[in-house]
């Protein structure tokens, strides 16, 4: 059952209402994806709280007035649930603004940083917590190496 302002899990209760709400989406697309509730709520919570870090006014309040259908619908925009998506590699990748997180055959990155380094740093936490591999691409997108989790 997908998890609303009024149902979800208590871990997210202190954290401030558009986080929160961030949280709750990412949690329910990535359980949507394959993710074990235990592993999608403290992965959900640390991207939703680095969303807020770099997030826009606006960002911010698009999200602080999603509705709870909003949180529990699927949107265009995720992935389709796929538990193969828990055995795929995350890929460091060149993006426009920076070095994008990104697991093998999703739609869009999980996160996007300013520097490689972050990148790499990300990857490696979310690979570990699914045991798969880093995939570190270089700036003209070819393969420059693999780290095994």
């Given at each position: 059952m997908?998890?609303d302002?009024?149902?979800?899990?208590?871990?997210?209760?202190?954290?401030?209402?558009?986080?929160?709400?961030?949280?709750?989406?990412?949690?329910?697309t990535?359980?949507?994806?394959?993710?074990?509730?235990?592993?999608?709520?403290?992965?959900?919570?640390?991207?939703?709280?680095?969303?807020y870090?770099?997030?826009?006014?606006?960002?911010?309040?698009q999200v602080?007035?999603?509705?709870?259908?909003?949180?529990?619908?699927?949107?265009?925009?995720?992935?389709?649930?796929?538990?193969?998506?828990?055995?795929?590699g995350e890929?460091?990748?060149?993006?426009?603004?920076?070095?994008?997180?990104?697991?093998q055959?999703?739609?869009?990155?999980?996160?996007?940083?300013?520097?490689?380094?972050?990148?790499?740093?990300?990857?490696?936490?979310?690979?570990?917590?699914?045991?798969?591999?880093?995939?570190?691409?270089?700036?003209?997108?070819?393969?420059?190496?693999?780290?095994?989790?």
């Open positions: 997908p998890w302002t009024n149902d979800y899990p208590s871990s997210l209760k202190n954290l401030d209402t558009a986080i929160r709400k961030k949280a709750i989406d990412m949690a329910n990535m359980v949507e994806d394959g993710y074990k509730e235990g592993q999608a709520i403290p992965i959900a919570t640390e991207q939703a709280k680095k969303w870090a770099n997030a826009s006014e606006q960002e911010i309040n602080i007035y999603m509705s709870d259908q909003d949180l529990k619908q699927s949107d265009d925009n995720r992935s389709t649930g796929n538990p193969e998506l828990m055995e795929k890929h460091v990748i060149p993006h426009e603004n920076g070095w994008a997180v990104k697991a055959h999703a739609k869009q990155p999980s996160d996007v940083f300013s520097t490689k380094e972050k990148a790499v740093q990300r990857a490696e936490e979310i690979a570990e917590n699914k045991q798969t591999s880093v995939i570190i691409h270089k700036q003209d997108g070819t393969i420059q190496r693999k780290i095994d989790k």
